[in-house]
């Protein structure tokens, strides 16, 4: 019977959960657990955008557009027609994974660049129906007075409520993508990015494999969509514009394209920028953008590069020193 090797970077990695759980609510106020709560919501999103572009290869910007399905149907299932918010949680991303199954298969007909400009027509074309359909968006006001979600009868009436939930949500998701990533499929989307030729010789199906990916992205986009509606409490266009869609892009390279932890902390990087460099707000595309260049040439396995180098210098650090303790006694024992 196999057993699982506990490795230094799992404690380090659990070790960094357990003091983010407990010190975000200790030193957040109100404001700024808004701001981190947003960034787990986005964080599950963003996930999509690394099955997509880290695992399988293909650059696309539509997670936000299944981030607006998810969350104007989940607003109208619990504000409409009165529906559990929980089982309107569950349904909207249900229904982004249908939406994105068809869009999917219409889209996938092409490749490489042509899909990824077909994605960009995607997020304007949804841009725009959320914006005029009015009956069911709210149009450029949005909608108002959503309901708080509830499971199975405990209220996320509070802030804080809310970030215990959402970072077991982040748990939960981050656990299934990098489960994807040791299965069949996993290597299946490796194969495709690698060498998509390769690949079919193989006896991949390549198309199936692409939209499966998409699916997978467009479900954990919908997810993300009605939990922003019923932490938000209320939902507008202006969170769905195409400057968003890349703003997702920019998480997950900074990150690092095919790291869970690296898109967790690209997330937070890009989210929490605009609060840090508020004077310098009119320069923060540019300042975005020289960190994407000046990463991409020095380090682009991203931020997750970056943590697993200083891991790995701090193991043989401590291996050496170990090492040489044991020489030492050896010596003395002699």
């Known amino acids: 019977m196999k057993t699982k090797k506990i490795t230094g970077g799992k404690i380090t990695l659990f070790l960094a959960c357990a003091a983010f759980a407990v010190g975000i609510p200790a030193i957040c106020n109100p404001y700024q657990m808004t701001v981190v709560n947003s960034a787990l919501i986005y964080f599950v999103a963003a996930l999509g955008i690394s099955i997509m572009l880290g695992m399988c290869g293909q650059m696309s910007f539509a997670a936000i557009s299944f981030m607006g399905m998810g969350a104007y149907c989940a607003t109208q299932l619990s504000k409409t027609l009165g529906m559990p918010t929980l089982m309107a949680l569950v349904l909207s991303a249900v229904f982004t994974a249908l939406m994105s199954l068809w869009i999917g298969a219409l889209l996938f007909r092409l490749s490489g660049g042509y899909f990824t400009f077909a994605t960009i027509g995607l997020v304007y074309i949804c841009s725009s129906l959320f914006l005029n359909l009015k009956p069911l968006t709210g149009g450029a006001n949005g909608i108002v007075g959503i309901p708080d979600l509830n499971l199975f009868g405990y209220n996320l009436d509070s802030l804080y409520k809310w970030f215990f939930f959402l970072f077991a949500v982040c748990i939960l998701c981050g656990l299934f993508v990098e489960r ?44 993300a969509g009605g939990l922003i509606a019923f932490h938000n409490g209320t939902v507008s266009t202006a969170l769905f514009s195409f400057q968003i869609a890349t703003n997702f892009v920019i998480m997950v390279m900074l990150g690092g394209v095919n790291s869970t932890v690296g898109t967790f902390l690209g997330t937070f990087l890009v989210t929490l920028m605009p609060e840090v460099l508020s004077p310098l707000a009119d320069y923060l595309r540019l300042i975005q953008g020289v960190l994407i260049i000046l990463m991409m040439i020095f380090m682009p396995t991203g931020l997750a590069g970056i943590g697993q180098m200083l891991l790995s210098k701090a193991q043989k650090r401590l291996a050496n020193k170990f090492s040489k303790k044991k020489t030492a006694s050896q010596e003395v024992g002699q």
């Open 180 to 223: 994807i990533r040791r299965t069949s499929l996993g290597r299946s989307m490796a194969s495709v990015r690698d060498n998509e030729l390769a690949a079919k010789s193989l006896g991949v199906n390549c198309y199936q494999v692409k939209i499966i990916s998409f699916v997978i992205a467009g479900t954990l986009a919908g997810l």
